[in-house]
């Protein structure tokens, strides 16, 4: 798999039927090795690691419901009290972040309310803060770490 912009972590691997696995340490099993979860895993990875994040407080991969459709984020970072403090949107390496990325992202969060949002295809990472009352999001450097 590509090296990205996320340092390095290791992971446990599995092969079966010429099919390589990944072990998602949030959702505790193995999951398809994509290139989108190969960044997502990154992802979690650097939320724990680099940010300190509990893992209690991280979700991945869950089913939302935005405008009667069905669909699922990436990963979402909850605070102690139960909302929703960052969400994630992972993209595989080779898709170009774009109004479209970020259009996603917010339809999500018109749904979730998250204070922060972070939008990544492992190379380039874009982190906001949410201002609700303008209706927009702030670019930033980072995110803040987990305090």
Same mark, same amino acid.
Request: proline fraction near 0%; charged fraction near 35%; aromatic fraction near 12%.
């Given at each position: 798999m590509q090296k990205l912009n996320f340092p390095t972590y290791s992971f446990r691997f599995k092969s079966n039927e010429n099919k390589v696995s990944i072990f998602d340490s &949030? =959702?505790?099993k193995f999951?398809?090795?994509q290139p989108e979860?190969?960044?997502r895993q990154h992802c979690v990875q650097y939320l724990i690691n680099e940010k300190k994040y509990p893992k209690s407080l991280i979700n991945v991969e869950k089913e939302l419901i935005v405008n009667n459709l069905?669909? =699922?984020?990436?990963? /979402?970072v909850f605070n102690p009290d139960g909302t929703i403090h960052? &969400? /994630?949107e992972c993209k595989a390496s080779n898709i170009e972040i774009?109004?479209?990325t970020f259009d996603q992202i917010a339809r999500y969060n018109l749904v979730l309310n998250a204070s922060y949002l972070m939008v990544t295809n492992g190379l380039n990472h874009y982190y906001c803060q949410m201002d609700?009352?303008?209706e927009r999001y702030n670019f930033l450097k980072d995110i803040p770490d987990y305090n």
């Open positions: &949030i =959702r505790k999951v398809a090795l979860e190969w960044v069905k669909k =699922r984020y990436d990963v /979402v960052l &969400i /994630v774009d109004q479209n609700f009352e303008s």
